[in-house]
């Protein structure tokens, strides 16, 4: 485990936007994440700051000890400055709660930002293992199995009666909230979204934006997760959850044929009207190159055009704030930023 500025993350793609996994046309990414305590610590927001600090050195000897994490970067947040703070939102690899100010919180991001840990964040230990398509199975067995290497080395806060118990009582139980990002832009076309997304809530399902809780739908990402935790086993929620992701695969997938059939022409219209749009913009605000970028992975997914899906994937990164300042080197005002996008895709795109 070594200690990092953020940098060194500029340089590379996580393993999570290559593309890969099962039905990556239409899954983005697969996440499983654990909220464990330590037993007779308070939860982090009664904590004192002397017990927040045991806390914060009893898990950074945990962890590092694992040899997922040997070639891991440490990350303290207060010697994060904002701007970093939000590169790793962006990246998906700590939560909004993290970002805020705090004394004691880190996160250590491992090989290829697979399996990261938030140290606290809501809870004492945020253990999240993000994967390349719809791989819940492989995801949970990577984060089972440093989870008990952890637990040999912590005392986590455990009870017969109510499972792992957690600073918010919707991840008391198993403390596992399984996800799933998908692209459905058919179904946004074909207004069956709506319907999609109160089916799923009437099943205990939740669907969000691409950050997670509290945020929006854009660019036709959604995320659904698991709510319940306490009274199902950990099998049944990704069992669970592999049932209706499969069943919204199959809706996204039967649309997509059904109007490619019958609207080709206006399918092929509005994705390369986005390419020319894209090509050739001095001037594109995230929300708008979100949605244009959508439209050309709907593309890429139905034939319609030729490009590299992991350099898509990654596109829908790098023009995040954030990701844009880094890569400039310096901060950027609304304007500056919209510019420094439009070029960034136009450079990007072949």
Known sequence: MKKSNVDILLNQLGAWLQGTGEYSDIVISSRIRFARNLKGFPFYHWASDKKREEVYFKVKEAIGNIPDFQNGIWMDMVELNELDRYFLLERHLISKELTEKGAH???????????????????????????????????????????????????????????????????????????????????VLTKQITNVINTIAKLSFTTRGFYGEGTEASGNFFQISNQVTLGRSEE??????????SQVINYERSAREKFYKQEKLSLEDQVFRS??????????????AIELLSNLRMGIDLGIIDIDIKQMNELFLLIQPAHLQKLEGRKLNSKERDIKRAELIRNRIK
């Open 105 to 187: 919180k880190a996160s250590l991001i491992g090989d290829r930002e697979i399996v990261s840990v938030m140290v606290n964040e809501e809870d004492h230990i945020r253990l999240q293992v993000l994967e390349s398509g719809l791989s819940l199975l492989q995801a949970i067995d990577i984060a089972r199995r440093i989870d008990n290497e952890l637990a040999q080395k912590l005392d986590y806060a455990f009870s017969y009666e109510w499972g792992y118990l957690t600073a918010c009582p919707t991840n008391t139980g198993t403390g596992l909230r399984a996800s799933v990002m998908l692209h459905l832009p058919l179904l």
């Open 236 to 245: 049944e929620i990704v069992e669970n959850l592999l049932k209706v992701i």
């Open 275 to 288: 390419y020319g749009m894209l090509k050739n913009s001095r001037v594109v605000t995230s929300k708008e």
